[in-house]
């Protein structure tokens, strides 16, 4: 087929909150666990990833154990689709990764829960840890030690774009790269993808309309989707090479497509001899 692409040679990197998850995992830990009031009060004086870091110390401080918040994480709200999509994507061959300014902690639990987190070959994310006392800590994903990162689209702890031009400096083989996003963060990282990359904003979310404002800065083919089941149809469609969709079409019949994934994934194994991996029964 025209224009197809090897899976081996693509890059599906997530955002994480809005984005895998439907809501923001920071929110609905504080709202689940009682801490939306303070939340706001810290923020007034607080940049974001400080904020977060403070309000565990806090929710600690009142007797929170980090087992509440594990359980709070694991009820977030995330469509099954998702899920099928990244395991799908994953089977076909693609890299998979994370780039996230939520934390490792977040991300990791709640990616626990349905036995994907093994699927990314890296989370790029604010590292966390637990420490003595049973309290979680969030620290920036830029240190305070390096460099100001200096890019004005971006809070002074993580820069989207600079972690994927990270990427794209290291990787082997220059692969094709398909981002899937929702907010203003994930705008920076889009204008850095090539032609031959897709950007998939999450539609009437903050990408989405920066990148119907600004789409004459993007290199990137843009594909927006609604739905879990649209983003899988969509990443599919994208990595089977025959995206060949306009906004106005109907969503595509979704058996099919998993007709096709399926077909797509025996073919990629009879053609990849070398590879040993064993197939569960
Ligand atoms: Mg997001
Ligand atoms: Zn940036």
């Given amino acids: 087929m025209e224009g197809a692409l090897n899976s081996r040679d693509m890059l599906v990197v997530f955002d994480f909150d809005c984005t895998i998850a439907e809501v ?17 009060q810290l923020r007034l004086r607080l940049p974001w990833n400080e904020m977060m870091d403070t309000l565990m110390g806090a929710l600690h401080a009142e007797g929170k154990s980090i087992a509440e918040v594990g359980d709070a994480l694991r009820s977030i709200p995330l469509q099954s689709d998702k899920i099928v999509a990244i395991k799908l994507a994953h089977a076909i061959g693609c890299e998979l990764r994370i780039v996230s300014d939520a934390n490792s902690f977040f991300i990791e639990t709640i ?3 349905y036995g994907v987190t093994s699927l990314f070959s890296h989370i790029h994310t604010n590292p966390a840890s637990i420490d003595d006392l049973g309290r979680l800590r969030i620290s920036p994903f830029h240190s305070k030690s390096e460099a100001p990162h ?4 971006c809070p002074p702890n993580m820069c989207k774009g600079r972690i994927i031009e990270k990427i794209q400096s290291e990787m082997l083989l220059s692969k094709r790269v398909i981002y899937v996003g929702d907010g203003c963060g994930d705008y920076c990282p889009t204008l850095r993808l090539r032609e031959g990359d897709f950007v998939l904003p999450r539609k009437e979310y903050p990408l989405w309309e920066m990148l119907n404002e600004k789409s004459a ?3 990137a083919a843009v594909h927006p989707w609604a739905t879990g089941a649209e983003m899988k149809v969509l990443l ?10 306009e906004e106005e079409q109907p969503p595509a019949d979704i058996s099919d497509v998993n007709c096709a994934t399926i077909a797509l994934v025996h073919r990629e194994q009879s053609r990849d001899v070398s590879s040993v991996k064993a197939v569960p029964a």
């Avoid at 599919?236 to 969709?245: K, T, V």
């Fill in 150 to 153: 200096a890019c004005q689209h």
């Fill in 236 to 245: 599919m469609n994208l990595i089977n090479g025959s995206a060949r969709m």
């Fill in 217 to 219: 800065h993007v290199r």
């Fill in 111 to 113: 990616l626990d829960k």
């Fill in 24 to 40: 923001d995992s920071d929110l609905w830990v504080a709202e689940q666990l009682g801490a939306k009031p303070l939340m706001e």
